[in-house]
């Protein structure tokens, strides 16, 4: 077991021997992996020592004093928020020496090739199929809202294996290499103008077995752990009071006092609080997620994440008025990470409408909150212990 007295010797012992100032970014990152400082409750050698996950803290704060580089964690959420704990779940000895470490660098970026045309709201209708051939699985499908798809080297992959079984049975995860013959990227073109989303279009992509995560079939299993992460990753990021979309519309409001009105005070004030309320919430989160593992509470920080950036930007648009509708840039782009707080409220404003739909669409969220939080009867089902090749589409 290791201590907050031994751990914090330990990363200044690392520290002084790779002092950040003189330590190229990369090496330093690999060496901190090494060092079992990456992310302290993950087992030796593979980022971690296997101490309590709160004592990340305590490393954490020493290389911030330092000045130590990170590493750039929003650009590699899916990698980090969803991937990883996944393959440390349910991957292979294998699996986690060779994925983890590039992972958590930064060398490679994961996506997540998940929802569908036909099967986003409803995931596990999913009809993306992967054969067995041999050593190998051929994966034939298309997937659709992929953040990240055109800069990642891997990407986790549900598919389905078995149409005889019902839905949520026949469905098998896996990692896919983006690099691969048959993977298909295209831009999709949001209401921004750009484009951090794509459609993915895999055609005989040929999947190792050995890049099976979990068993044959068991595929919905494996991915309820990476969409509790997602949720908690979404809807349980870190803010300082008075952050995000709700500092941006209170210093509109006192920097512009030629704008107020008494009633769009009553309304920034009930956001503001709302914010602080989800700010502590989300605080709450993250503390119960050191403690053990994420559970569906994660899915009600994410609906309020959403609503609430929702509301502040429309609110904040209300308050600029005709100011509101100018746009900055209509370029195309493709970037690599989305920037909610860096453009003018008109892009914000645009952008908060795919809060309630990515990471889970909100009205999804809202029956995981009645059923496995509030204990609510479940909603009808028609589908129930029938074949998925049955059902209608």
């Not at 294998?94 to 590039?102: A, D, G, Y």
């Not at 997937?143 to 839905?167: E, Q």
Request: aromatic share 8%.
């Amino acid at each position: 077991m290791t201590d907050a007295h031994e751990l914090r010797s330990r990363t200044r012992e690392f520290l002084a021997a790779r002092p950040p100032a003189g330590t190229d970014r990369a090496d330093f990152l690999k060496a901190r992996f090494d060092a079992g400082l990456a992310w302290v409750h993950y087992p030796p050698g593979l980022g971690g020592l296997g101490a309590p996950r709160t004592l990340q803290a305590v490393v954490d704060a020493e290389l911030a004093a330092a000045g130590a580089p990170d590493n750039d964690p929003r650009r590699i959420m899916i990698g980090l928020g969803m991937a990883a704990p996944t393959i440390l779940a349910y991957g292979t000895e294998e699996q986690k020496r060779r994925f983890l470490r590039p992972l958590w660098t930064g060398e490679e970026v994961w996506c997540q090739l998940f929802s569908e045309p036909g099967a986003g709201s409803d995931l596990a209708a999913l009809g993306t199929r992967a054969v067995r051939d041999g050593d190998d699985w051929v994966v034939t499908g298309q997937k659709v809202w992929t953040s990240s798809a055109h800069i990642a080297r891997w990407a986790i992959l549900i598919a389905r294996t078995d149409p005889d079984a019902p839905k949520h049975r026949g469905i098998t995860y896996f990692v896919c290499d983006m690099t691969d013959p048959g993977v298909e990227v295209r831009p999709l073109r949001q209401i921004t103008g750009e484009a951090e989303f794509n459609e993915v279009f895999l055609t005989g992509v040929r999947i190792p077995d050995a890049y099976r995560i979990g068993a044959v079939g068991e595929g919905w299993k494996v991915a309820q752990t990476t969409l509790m992460n997602e949720r908690v990753t979404i809807g349980g990021m870190r803010l300082p009071r008075e952050g995000g979309m709700i500092g941006l519309a209170a210093a509109t409001w006192r920097e512009r006092p030629e704008l107020r009105t008494h009633e769009l005070h009553r309304r920034l004030l009930d956001l503001w609080v709302d914010a602080e309320v989800a700010r502590l919430t989300a605080e709450r989160l993250r503390q119960q997620l050191a403690a053990g593992q994420p559970g569906p509470e994660g899915s009600g920080t994410k609906l309020v994440f959403a609503r609430l950036n929702q509301e502040i930007s429309s609110l904040e648009l209300e308050l600029r008025g005709e100011e509101g509708l100018l746009y900055d840039d209509w370029t195309m782009r493709r970037p690599e990470q989305v920037d909610f707080t860096g453009r003018d409220i008109g892009y914000r404003y645009l952008r908060t409408k795919g809060n309630s739909i990515e990471g889970g669409t909100s009205e999804v969220l809202l029956n995981i909150v009645a059923e496995r939080v509030l204990g609510l009867p479940a909603e009808p089902r028609t589908d129930k212990d029938v074949a998925w090749k049955d059902l209608a589409r």
